[in-house]
């Protein structure tokens, strides 16, 4: 066909080469980029988007409880060597997997709109009859998690539980969890992985911090999804600006700001919970547990966010409650565990 002048004038991004977005290599990893790729091809019809899937360390080491791993850049670091050698032009992040602070040069350039952000209990196929909630389970029951944010949490309201390490895909994990000779009678996950894979129906129950015994709180970003680029990077940072969620953006970021001023990793016991409320008010409840369930700090503000800055204050605020109320000595003791463990890649077998 022969170029005519009826043709549409030419944008700044069809001289775009192919824009490369990588990711984990993981089902659910793939299923938001390939979102987060038709969102944008939508917005921006002529340019080329190409999906690259990659192996994380903690994808390659399923044995190292993740606290161990010091938290920091555990699902990151390799996706981010290859966006600052510019073999990527941005990384679709579970947002919840983000390190709080990001390596010079490259920065948290967009957060699209947030799926339910709450922790969700899976029943066992087979007890799914008998059992329907946390509170419906009977002395020495064992949950499944390998996280201590959740672990910390449940035992704080259910010191009757046992708790037993589990890793994996959410495949895998429902898989470990129905089998007929496993120990486990529920799991928690996250209800947005569960969710994003069409699992819906395997949710019994959403845990938040008005469920019965209060105080289950999720991860700081969970649900949302974080979209890294290079800070010099003008052309992939405007694509992506039309798609970020401006509400998830702001809650997100009090949340992350609560979590790096505490300086913790994405795996040390910080629970929150943000809601919007009338006027631009901002409700932000925050939780620090330890890992037995036996000390906890908590906090809670409401003020009115209406920018990024205004977030990121508000975050170092709710922070500070959290501290004066003894979470700084909870996370002391978190941290030693951690520089005792440092070269010790040891399963975690829960206390
Ligand atoms: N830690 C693993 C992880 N990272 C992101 C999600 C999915 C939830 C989300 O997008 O926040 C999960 C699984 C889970 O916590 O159940």
């Not at 059992?131 to 390998?146: C, F, N, Q, R």
Request: hydrophobic share 35%.
């Amino acid at each position: 066909m022969s170029t005519s002048a009826t043709q549409p004038v030419i944008t700044s991004h069809t001289n775009m080469a192919t824009v490369k977005v990588g990711t984990r290599k993981s089902a659910l990893a793939l299923k938001q980029a390939d979102y987060v790729v038709s969102e944008l091809s939508k917005l921006h019809p002529t340019v080329n988007f190409e999906v690259k899937g990659m192996h994380s360390t903690a994808d390659k080491d399923k044995v190292t409880a993740l606290y161990k791993f010091g938290g920091k850049g555990l699902w990151t670091n390799e996706l981010e060597a290859e966006l600052t050698a510019g073999d990527l032009d941005m990384i679709v992040h579970s947002l919840k997997d983000m390190p709080t602070s990001l390596p010079d040069g490259l920065v948290l350039a967009c957060i699209t709109p947030r799926e339910d952000p709450r922790d969700v209990v899976v029943v066992k196929k087979s007890l799914q009859d008998k059992y329907k909630t946390l509170a419906d389970l009977p002395a020495g029951a064992v949950v499944g998690t390998s996280s201590v944010r959740r672990m910390a949490q449940i035992r704080r309201r259910y010191p009757h539980l046992q708790f037993k390490d589990m890793r994996g895909n959410i495949d895998t994990r429902l898989r470990k969890l129905d089998a007929e000779d496993s120990e486990y009678s529920v799991l928690i996950l996250a209800a947005a992985g569960l969710h994003r894979m069409n699992q819906h129906q395997r949710i019994s129950q959403y845990l938040e911090g008005n469920t019965e015994g209060g105080g289950m709180l999720y991860a700081v970003g969970q649900g949302g999804l974080g979209i890294e680029a290079r800070a010099n990077d003008q052309k992939t940072l405007d694509l992506l600006k039309q798609l970020e969620d401006p509400s998830a953006m702001l809650a997100c970021e009090a949340e992350r700001s609560v979590m790096r001023t505490l300086e913790g990793g994405c795996s040390i016991p910080i629970g929150v919970e943000t809601k919007w409320l009338e006027d631009n008010k901002l409700r932000l409840t925050a939780t620090v547990v330890n890992v037995e369930g036996t000390e906890a700090a908590d906090a809670e503000k409401i003020e009115e966010i209406k920018s990024r800055e205004e977030a990121v204050e508000f975050g170092k605020r709710v922070a500070k409650e959290l501290t004066d109320s003894g979470a700084q000595k909870i996370l002391d003791v978190i941290n030693e565990d951690r520089e005792a463990n440092r070269d010790k890649a040891q399963p975690f077998i829960p206390a």
